[in-house]
């Protein structure tokens, strides 16, 4: 899906694009679960790797910009995602949301 350096696979090729019109990107990490068992705790190693090498592509392109949400949750409080364990709750979506905005306030979006 995407190469280590960050620079090639389908969702760099996909984000470029996109890119192409001159549209910008805000690519928003995924909620992590520090301290819980979920349904999605086994992959976190993958989602951490892979976030990672978004990072680098967005680190290459002005036009993409990269919000974490690896630190929005707080370990061992399952108040910040949904009945499923998975999804993100209102409480957690508001401090991503948050996050984003910030993001198209101070820059050129």
């Known amino acids: 899906m995407i190469s280590v ?3 090639s696979g389908q969702v760099p090729s996909f984000l470029r694009e996109i890119r192409k ?3 910008k990107v805000i ?3 995924y909620l992590r679960s520090p301290e819980l068992i979920t349904p999605i705790e086994h992959c976190k190693s993958e989602g951490d790797e ?3 090498r978004i990072a ?3 680190e290459h392109d ?3 910009i990269y ?3 690896q630190d929005v949750a707080k370990p061992g409080d399952a108040s910040y995602f949904s009945f499923d364990l ?3 709750s209102r409480k957690s979506s508001r401090i991503i949301g948050e996050r984003v905005a910030e993001v198209i306030k101070s820059s050129s979006f």
């Open 50 to 52: 892979f976030e990672e």
């Open 5 to 7: 350096d960050g620079q």
């Open 67 to 69: 919000v974490s949400a």
């Open 56 to 58: 680098k592509l967005a």
């Open 27 to 29: 690519y928003v990490g």
């Open 86 to 88: 998975i999804h993100p």
């Open 21 to 23: 019109s001159g549209t």
């Open 62 to 64: 002005d036009g993409i």
